[in-house]
């Protein structure tokens, strides 16, 4: 596309129009290309920018071919205009940090609430009330907090993984166990893979959920399993109690059956549709394996 | 690599033992390949698996030759554990609705109080809280969250746009104003693109925080302007609409200054070193622009 030659008169490489067709155009010459396509027309330009910045006004436009950054000027202002262009600057830095201090603010709130009601639920309505209102205020808007986040980094320590490595580790040792739970005495025919079974990983919404529900849980087994208990405070605690040892033998129960279920799969031959001799021999196998 | 023939002996396509090599080996054909892919040791399938399943126990595996997907079996499970298994499908499958459920009562709790501060800054602290203790508790937990909702969907009618917009239509008309607003009469060597000036993009933390942040602009502009008002609520109404019509004029101004800036931008000629003569033409041009 390029010629080396200058052409005896301008035409703009946008529109293809010549000096002679409008007189009245204003030329640029805008970067270090010769020859065709050394001229422009200034409103061509103009047009082919705007197209370049997608509506970001300030964002730099090279030269396609030579790659010469074109020199743009505005007209001067006033200072009132830049004064607000400054302000306006400010504002549009400044904004994403107090939207993200909105969110902090939200979730902080919403922490100090739910650590209200958690003590409300734990030591009963009318004493929790008491409670907090002879407490420091400071103390409060940093204790309060605080109990949610304690819930959720407490239900992040998996403990029942730990007792269910334990005892795979000691399983031999363990004979006593093995009429508890079925299947424990057998050697097994291979080891699976570390996190396939049981879903060991950690989900962040079973994790938040669970803590958060867990005074709920805790008083609701209190007032279930220890009615004769008096005080609120004495009896959410024993449910809680209760209800973390019976989820933990469940859950340390499921983790292991789901560690024999996955040591003990078995793939299949795949179905002969003739009778062939090999394969009658496999199938043989395979109804072995499914005992 | 795959051989039409099956060799006259098993070889596994993982570990390439024959079947004379370790006698107790269990092998399986667990796909429609023949020859001598057609066999594999149990184990090394087993092995194969869990590195194609990456800790997803149930997951689907196909022969990466034939596609045939191995059917695997697992032994039967009692009651309980399957009982278990479905509670913690459940729970699985619950959790990141109960997730969300907690996000949205985070927010929802956290535009009640802020409605219930705004109300106490609109009109009085004490005031406020006689207002919102003889209120229906209903009422209020339906209507205080909607005070920052309305600040902010007010906060999006963007009016001064449209009076800018109006303005630049009706421009030729409105003579008067030409004397206050410099650059107004003059006829615009361009239309800038809409949206290249003036940040014409609506961004959320901007409008968020502008919005939140309302009521105490409005309490602070009437504390300042109208200290002559007895009432709050008036007070604060006041101050409210002295801002928003002080802000709208200003921003009506620096919009409009901003497309005179983009609609009077000119693109200069790349500087020649020599004094070429068609160089020295443009830079004469550039002198008349820059004026």
């Known amino acids: ?35 065709c396509t050394k001229w422009i027309h200034q409103a061509c330009l103009q047009r082919w920018l705007d197209e370049k910045q997608k509506g970001n006004s300030g964002g730099t436009v090279s030269c396609p ?50 650590g209200a009601v958690t003590v409300m639920q734990v030591v009963g309505h009318k004493k929790g009330l008491d409670v907090m209102e002879r407490a420091d205020p400071l103390f409060l808007l940093m204790g309060l907090p605080t109990i949610p986040v304690m819930l959720v980094l407490g239900k992040m320590i998996r403990w029942e993984d730990y007792v269910v490595r334990l005892w795979q580790r000691h399983s031999s040792k363990l004979q006593i166990f093995n009429g508890l739970v079925p299947g424990m005495g057998r050697s097994l025919p291979r080891i699976p893979v570390e996190g396939s079974y049981g879903g060991d990983h950690l989900s962040v919404s079973r994790t938040l959920c669970g803590a958060l529900v867990f005074p709920s849980v805790a008083n609701l087994v209190g007032r279930l399993l220890f009615r004769r208990v008096t005080s609120n405070l004495q009896r959410t605690i024993l449910g809680g109690i209760a209800f973390v040892v019976m989820k933990g033998v469940l859950k340390v129960y499921f983790k292991q059956q789901q560690y024999l279920i996955q040591a003990n799969r078995h793939i299949l031959n795949f179905p002969l549709p003739e009778g062939r001799a090999d394969g009658n021999i496999e199938d043989s196998n395979d109804d072995s394996s499914n005992e």
Chains 1, 2 share one sequence.
């Open 1 to 35: 596309m390029a010629c080396e030659d200058e052409p005896p008169e301008k035409h703009c490489w946008v529109c293809f129009a010549t000096e002679k067709e409008d007189r009245a155009a204003e030329w640029v010459s805008p970067c270090r290309c010769k020859g």
């Open 65 to 114: 071919q030579c790659g010469t950054e074109y020199s743009i000027v505005f007209p001067k202002t006033g200072p009132l205009v830049y004064f607000l262009q400054q302000v306006d600057r400010a504002l549009s830095r400044a904004s994403p940090f107090a939207a993200a201090g909105v969110v902090v603010g939200t979730v902080y709130w919403s922490a100090v609430t739910y």
